[in-house]
């Protein structure tokens, strides 16, 4: 078993900036990659980005590629979400996932452990 926390959420601006953080703890001596997926209000989860495990190939969603910046430090088991130019349409709680294995995947169901979510905001 693998658990996740997100931290980092909030409130901010049109074009303003937040940095997301997952923590995992328990079964996580194997190699996995993690991912980042959001859910807005009445919508699908969407996938956002992810990221293997040595941090050296990455994945974005098309609506934030640019903006958006995933990396991992294992040695304290924790992925990050950076987000800049942050839109209205980016609002939606934040979800970080595990997906045991060295592939990368944006579809949910190809990820076995899930955190509670952190819920970002953007006001325009």
């Known amino acids: 078993q693998v658990q996740l926390v997100e931290s980092g959420g909030g409130l901010v601006q049109d074009g303003g900036s937040l940095r997301l953080s997952c923590a995992a703890s328990?079964?996580?001596?194997?190699?996995?990659?993690m991912g980042w997926f959001r859910q807005a209000p009445g919508k699908e989860r969407e996938f956002v980005a992810a990221?293997?495990?040595?941090?050296?190939?990455?994945m974005y969603a098309n609506s934030v590629k640019g903006r958006f910046t995933i990396s991992r430090d294992n040695a304290k088991n924790t992925v990050y979400l950076q987000m800049n130019s942050l839109k209205s349409e980016d609002t939606a709680t934040y979800y970080c996932?595990?997906?045991?294995?060295?592939?990368?995947?944006?579809?949910?169901?190809?990820?076995?452990?899930w955190g509670q979510g952190t819920q970002v905001t953007v006001s325009s």
């Open positions: 996932a595990v997906r045991p294995g060295y592939g990368l995947a944006n579809e949910y169901y190809a990820y076995d452990y």
């Open positions: 328990g079964r996580t001596s194997s190699s996995y990659a």
């Open positions: 990221i293997s495990w040595s941090g050296g190939t990455t």
